[in-house]
């Protein structure tokens, strides 16, 4: 099942990780810039955007390989990354009401 | 501004060494977050979750494109570490902080001391591997154990989830000399998995309010700068003083972080 050498794949799943990695750096390095201008909750909220992007870039990976494994009629891998996916949105229920 | 500047500079160190030795920045940062900044321990494992999260990313991207990710066998055993991640991170909410406290610094003491018995052999064989043209050869192999790799990946990931690491020292030799995968795969795929694992604990603390936003932010913009000059530095540098030097931090952490609970305790 392991096959290696799917260079499109691995492509695909790189780039999201590259970008998401530069975008996240990029708003929060203005974040943190605006942040020695600019008194108030702006720069910070800026830089919440970047930390939550940060968090949101390994859930849009698993979505992206999900799909991809669906289309390349790999069900089982599919499904697989569907479970990844649903444990992640768990994750999310679980952090409500404790502080 | 100073102490933004400051973490900026920590997370670049902590990053730069991460690449340099391929043992994760978190384990690092954790600590002086508590110590020197005065964040209670369960604030400062998940802030430096996210030093975890960016340099898993960043680095990913450098091995997939050298096709040495095994996707499949990634995602699969993440069913296990998100898992284990998430209800541990959960879990970890109810704990005691002293308990939490003393667990890092047993943890950071246990590494430290791994880390020297083994000579700083953390992936022998990478270095010697034709990566550097691009071409890696890898020879056939066909992952097996599921069972096995199921259940240790759950441990792992709870230890993620508890600790606000990665998880590789447990991974890498589970696939590696269990699951019969190429060491240079198994290095590769632990740290594609870190990214999906420390994302689903850090969601966890990030809603209980324990991700500080104001650290997080510049740590992460010093670990992507750090984790980038490592991986161009990489082939060009004596690993093995870098890895003593952080053993050598490691031991000084875990100590000062010991004296830090007594003091709190008594």
Not at chain 1, 5 to 18: G, K, M, Y
Not at chain 2, 73 to 90: D, F, K
Not at chain 2, 127 to 156: F, K, T, W
Not at chain 2, 243 to 250: E, G, I, K, P
């Amino acid at each position: 099942m392991s096959e290696l050498r799917e260079p499109a794949f691995d492509r695909a799943v790189a780039i999201v990780l590259r970008t998401g990695a530069f975008v996240c750096f990029f708003i929060m390095l203005a974040g943190l810039i605006f942040g020695f201008f600019v008194k108030g909750p702006i720069p910070l909220e800026i830089e919440r955007a970047g930390v939550l992007l940060m968090l949101a870039t390994p859930v849009v990976r698993v979505v992206v390989a999900c799909v991809l494994f669906f289309r390349e009629k790999d069900r089982k891998y599919g499904w697989i990354s569907m479970g990844v996916l649903l444990i992640l949105l768990l994750g999310s229920v679980f952090g409500i009401g404790e502080h | 501004m100073l102490t933004m500047a400051l973490l900026a500079v920590l997370g670049f160190l902590a990053g730069l060494l991460g690449a340099l030795t391929g043992i994760g920045g978190g384990v690092l940062l954790t600590p002086i977050l508590a110590l020197y900044f005065g964040i209670p321990i369960r604030e400062a494992i998940g802030t430096s979750l996210v030093a975890v999260i960016t340099t898993s990313t960043a680095s990913s991207s450098v091995h997939l494109q050298r096709h040495t990710t095994d996707i499949r066998l990634g995602m699969t055993l993440e069913l296990a570490t998100a898992l284990g991640a998430a209800v541990m991170a959960y879990m970890v909410g109810y704990f005691n902080r002293n308990f939490l406290e003393g667990l890092f610094a047993a943890f950071l003491l246990y590494s430290a001391i791994t880390i020297l018995t083994k000579g700083g052999k953390v992936k022998p064989e990478e270095e010697s591997s034709p990566a550097a043209n691009g071409e890696v050869v890898i020879p056939h192999y066909e992952p097996q154990r599921y069972p096995l790799g199921l259940g240790a990946s759950l441990v792992a990931g709870a230890l993620s989830g508890l600790l606000g690491i990665g998880g590789g020292p447990i991974k890498v030799p589970l696939m590696y000399i269990f699951m019969n995968v190429p060491l240079m795969v198994a290095t590769a795929t632990s740290n594609f998995m870190i990214g999906v694992t420390a994302t689903a604990s850090a969601i966890v603390y990030y809603r209980r309010g324990d991700i500080l936003v104001q650290y997080a932010a510049p740590i992460a913009v010093g670990v992507f700068l750090g984790s980038l000059l490592g991986a161009q530095l990489a082939p060009r540098i004596h690993r093995k003083y870098v890895v003593y030097l952080l053993v050598a931090v490691m031991f000084y952490l875990s100590g000062h972080l010991l004296l830090h609970l007594l003091r709190g305790v008594l």
